[in-house]
């Protein structure tokens, strides 16, 4: 288990963005290429994990962003008691990634609920009925689901703030 760990917004100043391998030459590259330029543009926040005693080096990052999700897509039982909006506010999980060296230990996860609990505390200044992602292959999807996520559609899976808020209080 990792301990003494920080996640901070992310700052090229502080976090070497250019050592970070999570395996998925991708994700490798919107940290080191792209995230910087998101979060002037102001299209995404991203978080990054580090050890307090080498804050430097990247061991894990997440974004965050507004999103929509399509009312229909939902189940009945979700929806039956809210206004019919065709849209419903909705935070965008859009990458997640844990550095090759430290997978398997817990940081994945916590990573997501410090995503979580950032999108549930931004949801109290700007709505926001439910946290989505969009898994890259079955280890994310299980990754997902093990932590509460459901199928949105085919590629999408969603975790409602209300849910999020009950998980964050058994903490
Ligand atoms: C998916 C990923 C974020 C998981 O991070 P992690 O720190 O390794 O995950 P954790 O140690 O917190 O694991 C939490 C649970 O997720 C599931 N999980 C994680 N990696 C898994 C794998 N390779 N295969 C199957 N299940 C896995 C397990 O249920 C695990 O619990 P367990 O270890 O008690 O069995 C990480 O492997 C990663 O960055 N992969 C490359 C990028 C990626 O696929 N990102 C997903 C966003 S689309």
């Given amino acids: 288990m990792i301990s003494s760990l920080l996640i901070q917004v992310f ?29 002037s543009a ?14 430097q080096q990247v061991l894990g990052f997440y974004t965050l962003s507004a999103a929509v999700i399509v009312r229909t897509l939902l189940p009945d039982s979700l929806t039956r008691k809210l206004p019919r ?4 506010p909705a935070t965008l999980l859009g990458r997640l990634a844990v550095a090759k060296v430290a997978q398997r230990q817990g940081l ?11 999108a549930l505390q931004a949801s109290e200044q700007v709505a926001s009925w439910a946290l ?18 459901s ?4 590629s999408r899976m969603f975790l409602p703030m209300t849910e999020i808020k009950m998980i964050l209080s058994t903490r």
């Fill in 11 to 39: 700052d090229p100043v502080v976090h070497d963005r250019s050592s970070f391998d999570c395996g998925v030459p991708e994700l490798n590259d919107y940290l080191a290429k792209r995230a910087r330029k998101e979060m």
């Fill in 42 to 55: 102001g299209l995404a926040v991203c978080c990054v994990a580090s050890l307090a005693s080498q804050p």
């Fill in 85 to 88: 909006y065709r849209e419903m």
């Fill in 108 to 118: 994945g996860g916590r990573l997501l609920v410090s995503a979580m609990s950032r």
């Fill in 132 to 149: 989505v992602t969009d898994p890259k292959d079955q280890t994310a999807v299980e990754f997902y689901r093990k932590m509460g996520f």
């Fill in 151 to 154: 199928p949105l559609d085919d």
